[in-house]
C-alpha cells in the first residue's frame, strides 16, 4: 500500500522558516518525479515545488522561488520542503505528491499518481 506521509507543518510568524518532510512508503521515490502543492482556502491547489525523475532538474513557482528548497533523502525515502523567509500568503495546507512523469517542469495536479494527507502551514504578520 502506498502511503505519503508528511510532518513538519504549524504555526510560524513572517519572515520564520519550517521544514516539511513526507516519508513514502509502498514506493521509491527515487523511481517518481515528486513535487509539493498548496492549497490555501478558497484557492485552487497550486503546484510550488518539484524535482524531476531522476533528479534532473528542480523547479519553483514563482512565488516561492528564491525562498524554499526542494530535497528528497534517497536512503530515507523521504521528500523535504525548506521554506524560508515566510510570508502569510503562504499559508495553506501543503501536499507532496509523487509521479510518473518525465517531463522537466512542475507537476500539475492531474499528473500525480500519489498525494500525501496534508499538513497546514500558519503564517502570522
Known amino acids: 500500500q502506498v502511503q505519503l506521509v508528511e510532518s513538519g507543518g504549524g504555526l510560524v510568524q513572517a519572515g520564520g522558516s519550517l521544514r516539511l518532510s513526507c516519508a513514502a512508503s509502498?514506493?521509491?521515490?527515487?523511481?517518481?518525479?515528486v513535487g509539493w502543492f498548496r492549497q490555501a482556502p478558497g484557492k485552487e491547489r497550486e503546484s510550488v515545488a518539484g524535482?524531476?525523475?531522476?533528479?534532473?532538474?528542480?523547479y519553483y513557482s514563482d512565488s516561492v522561488k528564491g525562498r524554499f528548497t526542494i530535497s528528497r533523502d534517497n536512503a530515507k525515502n523521504t521528500l523535504y520542503l525548506q521554506m524560508n523567509n515566510l510570508e502569510p500568503e503562504d499559508t495553506a495546507v501543503y501536499y507532496c505528491?509523487?509521479?510518473?512523469?518525465?517531463?522537466?517542469?512542475?507537476?500539475?495536479?492531474?499528473?500525480?499518481?500519489?498525494w500525501g494527507q496534508g499538513t497546514q502551514v500558519t503564517v502570522s504578520s
Open positions: 524535482i524531476s525523475w531522476r533528479n534532473i532538474g528542480t
Open positions: 509502498g514506493l521509491t521515490l527515487s523511481n517518481y518525479a
Open positions: 505528491a509523487a509521479a510518473r512523469f518525465f517531463g522537466q517542469r512542475l507537476l500539475r495536479e492531474n499528473e500525480v499518481d500519489s
